[in-house]
């Protein structure tokens, strides 16, 4: 007997336990069997489950358990990242919190086995947190990117891209983190909308004023970085300018001679025209100097300190400084000297460390560089060619837009945990990449024509390199395995689309290279997880909702399956807790519902046949698992999954639970022993068919149901997935779906209407034919209990004072004289719609103020139009409700 309610707490542990012992979590039990490859995308070690990695690995084990079910030989392939930056601030606190020592101190091999060590104790926590979700990954499988099999693929990819000319040492400029000394990649780095102030100089011109104008003001909002000015840039159109190209400026404080230039780049329209060019210390400069051969002149070390020295020509008085010390120390002196010009003060987007919460700099540093402007070539091909596909459809836009604008991948970190960068410098400067030191020595002694002392480059590699190389370094790869024969290329990828750029396009770079083909077929881009008003979690807002807490209130099938209700295709999901809430209470309802069915006596049989079944209400809900079947199996096949779990939702809530189960009450207490064993017989089967299409979406539940309902041979995670044939009686479905649409509409004018929920009403059929007749009589005992009905007749008028319906050829007549006081019922809805007409035209007025609808946040103006939907609705409704008063 089942208990009398459903706690997950009690049976998520014990199931999971259950499915990784027993091994179904492994491919290779079907080895004849088509595979199913996914890797999941590696979550930092050092993370912890967040919203968006609940949405991510949901979808990936709902594909997953469906396509196990289906038959295929699935590998799920977990793994951790050891990122990079933010391991290392993790230890770094750590040792600061134990005021033992830093990492300076330590020394870089201690200082790294004490990371080893930290992962050791700490790393698997995210891992554990998975499982909670029913993640079913092969967990004997997991990989770290830097444990020794990936290490091994690093190691090959970097040298063998390095001798292939693909991999090269350059001086450009990188997001420079001043707390950590490294660069950091564009995902590093957040923009923030800060206070700050645009300050207008002028620079004199060298040889006097021509055309009337002796200085050109330009504005900035980084004042200590004028020291590095290389040029002032101005567009070849702006005529205010044209005959000042060519001469120089000169630039106060450094006292430096500086060229003006034309350029594409400024904007006449913007601020003065004139633009000043620190092609060291500003992205766009940057081309732009190296378009003019502008000297790039470097103003700050590592802890964005100012530095003088005879080629940068800054003062001595500003050397060590802080860039903001020296900002103001700029400010002073430009007005000391007269070339103040304005100050305007504005917010502006200033990039942050997104760890260690400074404003990163853009700096001139030495660097590794992959050339990813080739690298790129094959994957934008092989995504024209439909080799790979994006779902939604429209992220190939934002793919073929980055790769075919893409710069060099900067790949070095300053950093000592990682990959270090298997380069070796010799005393003149000469490198030798090889795959070990023992390698670079040989090569050396060849260079240099005897043993020779090296020095090995302290950079470690970006994050982002190694897990580039996830879908076939997971796999065994430099080695030929027989996994990596089977499984790659993979399935399907499922990721962010913020990570498009950054890992999906470099795993498809080094798919293409190394394994000569793409790393994926598929590529199901999903939105992000907001807060119930649309607003982006984030812990100063303080909306972030914790998985791990709504799976301790409400089970991890209830947070699954809101997760994948909520998940259309191109539509952030806006979370509530309301909504797990309201799941949950579905699991509650299938639980009941299997409670009722063997408490009334159905029971599993392995002979049961659906397509012999005779009792009507059981021929139409044969006809029904089927269709809801069809439907979850299509929104799953689609990726779909909103579609995919709303089926279900209706077909077990709605059709099973509220009509099928009522309607059948009267047969399983009757005295009919045929038609009662059918529809026992029927009950349990339409069960079972409930669990088998609802697993991928809610594991626990549907396992924990399977394995006490009947004594089964298999567990669900690997029964198989239904298929149908000759289910659907279209005689069957005609009838019960007008006994369902006769009750419903009673039910909705009894609310309209405002009738007493406890009072019993007649109902007359007006001008019904021979079959409606013959369903009304049939079911009338059913009609009238569910409907709330005094007694159904037949009528060629419709009564007086009767609220009235279509119903196919025939009318419905409520007769109400005497339930309601159709006065008050008038004058009641007549109100409710003028204060509907009122609220619409508030909501109007603000959606029809282009002022408004340009100011207002995205989900202000979602929420808005969502209600005028439902005010709009809610306005047909009462007009109905009007209309039937007469």
Known sequence: MLEKTFTPAQIEARLYEGWEKGGYFK????????????VIPPPNVTGSLHMGHALNNTIQDILCRFERMRGRDVLWQPGTDHAGIATQMVVERLLAKENKTDRRTMGREAFVKRVWEWRAESGGLIVNQLKRLGASC?????????????????LKVFVQLYKEGLIYKDQRLVNWDPVFETAISDLEVETRDTKGSMWSFAYPLVDGPIDGISEIVISTTRPETMLGDGAVAVHPSDERYKNLIGKLVRLPIAERHIPVIADEYPDPEFGTGAVKITGAHDFNDFEVARRHNIPLIKLMDKKARMISTPENHVPARYDGKDRYEARKMVLAEIEELGFFRGKEDKV???????????VIEPMLTEQWYVNAAEMAKKPIEAVEKGDTSFIPKNWDKTYFEWMRNIQPWCISRQLWWGHQIPAW????GTIFVEESEEEAKASATRHYGKATALIRDEDVLDTWFSSALWPFSTLGWPDETPELKRHYKTDVLVTGFDIIF???ARMMMMGMHFMKDVPFHTVYIHALVRDEKGQKMSKSKGNVIDPLDLMD???????????AAMAAQGRDIKLSTQRVEGYRNFATKLWNACRFAEMNGAKHSSSFDPVAVRVTVNRWIAGEVARAQAAVTKGIEEYKFNEAAGAAYQFVWNVFCDWYVELIKPILSGTNEAEKAETQATTAWVIDQILLMLHPLMPFITEELWQKTAARRTMLIEAPWASYKGLGDPAADAEMNWVIRLVSEVRSVRAEMNVNAGAKIPCVLVGAGQESRRRALTWEAEIMRLARLSAIGFE?????????????????????EGVIDFAAERARLGKELEKLAKDMAVIDGRLNNPGFVAKAPPEVLEESRELRATLDARKLKVGEALKRLG
């Open 796 to 816: 060629d008028q419709v009564p007086k004072a009767s609220a009235q319906m279509v119903l196919d050829e025939a009318t419905i007549a409520l007769p109400l």
């Open 425 to 428: 410098y010799g005393p003149d």
């Open 502 to 504: 950054f890992w999906v």
């Open 348 to 358: 502006i987007a200033q990039p942050h460390g997104d760890r260690s919460n400074v």
């Open 27 to 38: 491919p290779g039990r079907r080895p004849k069997a088509k595979p199913y490859t996914i």
């Open 553 to 563: 209130q409400f089970g991890a099938d209830a947070l699954r399956f809101t997760l």
């Open 138 to 154: 092969d967990w004997s499988r997991e990989r770290f990117t830097m444990d020794e099999g990936l290490s091994k693929a690093v």
